[in-house]
C-alpha cells in the first residue's frame, strides 16, 4: 500500500471481529515500524502498553463499572479547550450528529447513548487494545512527537490489513487503567487505541468524516 492510500483510506474503524486475533510478532513488527517516526532530538517519548484476553476485559469492566455507575472520571490532560467555541464546537458537532445519525440514535435517548459510548471501553470489539503514556516531565514538544508515532502505526496498521481507533475515551479513567497495566506514577496516560480486523459490511465503519479543503487552512503570505 502506498503512503497516500494508506492515509487517504484511513478512518476510525468502531467495530472490529473480535475472532481475528493479531499476533504478537505482528504487533512488535508495526510498532517497530511506528517507532521511525521522527521526534526532536530522536528521544522517543513513547511508552506502550499491549493489552489482550484476560487483562483487556478486566480494562473494560472496569471502565463500564464506573461508567455505569455515573462517575465520569477525570482526565490527567485537557485534551479539548476548555471553552468550546467555533468553529471547533461546529465541526465537533457534525462528527458527533453523522454518527449518531448514522446509527439512528436519538441524542435523548440515554440508553441507546449509553449503549454507544459502552463500545469504547470494550474496544469496539477489537482483539488488541493499546495504551500511550508519556513521562509527566516531557513538554508539549513530545506531544508532538506523540501524535507522529500513532499516526504511524495506524498508517502501518493499514499497511498489514489492519485498522485503528484511537482513543481517548480511556483517559478519564487512567485511575483504574494505569495500575491494571503496571505503568510506573510518572508516567501519564495519553490515550487508548483499538485495532483489529474490521467486521466487513458493518454500518458504523462506513461512517467517513469531512475535512476543510486545503484553501480554507492555508496561507500564502507575501
Ligand atoms: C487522539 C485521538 C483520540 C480519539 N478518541 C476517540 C474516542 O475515544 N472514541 C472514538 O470513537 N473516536 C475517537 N477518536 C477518533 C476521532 O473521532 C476521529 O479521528 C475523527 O472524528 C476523524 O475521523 P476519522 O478518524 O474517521 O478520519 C480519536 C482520535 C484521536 C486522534
Not at 490532560?77 to 449518531?100: A, M, V
Not at 500511550?132 to 504511524?152: A, C, H, K, N, V
Not at 497495566?181 to 467517513?208: D, H, K, W
Amino acid at each position: 500500500m502506498d503512503v497516500i492510500t494508506a492515509i487517504e483510506g484511513r478512518q476510525s474503524i468502531r467495530d472490529f471481529d473480535a475472532s481475528r486475533a493479531v499476533s504478537d510478532d505482528l504487533i512488535k513488527s508495526m510498532l517497530g515500524t511506528a517507532a521511525r517516526a521522527p521526534s526532536g532530538s530522536n528521544i522517543q517519548p513513547w511508552h506502550v502498553y499491549v493489552v489482550r484476553d484476560e487483562l483487556q476485559r478486566k480494562i473494560t469492566d472496569a471502565c463500564v463499572e464506573r461508567f455505569l455507575s455515573g462517575d465520569e472520571g477525570e482526565a490527567e490532560y485537557h485534551y479539548y479547550p476548555r471553552s468550546w467555541r467555533q468553529p471547533y464546537i461546529g465541526r465537533r458537532r457534525e462528527t458527533g450528529f453523522g454518527l449518531y445519525g448514522l446509527l439512528g440514535i436519538d441524542k435523548s435517548d440515554k440508553a441507546a447513548v449509553q449503549g454507544y459510548r459502552i463500545r469504547n471501553y470494550q474496544f469496539f470489539g477489537a482483539p488488541v487494545g493499546f495504551f500511550f503514556t508519556i513521562d509527566r516531565d516531557m513538554e508539549p514538544g513530545s506531544w508532538l512527537d506523540y501524535g507522529m508515532f500513532l499516526q504511524s502505526l495506524m498508517l502501518t496498521a493499514r499497511a498489514r490489513g489492519l485498522e485503528t481507533c484511537a482513543q481517548a475515551a480511556f483517559c478519564p479513567y487512567h485511575d483504574s487503567i494505569t495500575p491494571l497495566i503496571n505503568a510506573p506514577e510518572q508516567e501519564m496516560l495519553v490515550c487508548g487505541m483499538s485495532m483489529g480486523y474490521p467486521v466487513a459490511g458493518s454500518l458504523i465503519n462506513t461512517y467517513r468524516t469531512s475535512r476543510l479543503t486545503a484553501d480554507a487552512f492555508t496561507h500564502f503570505p507575501s
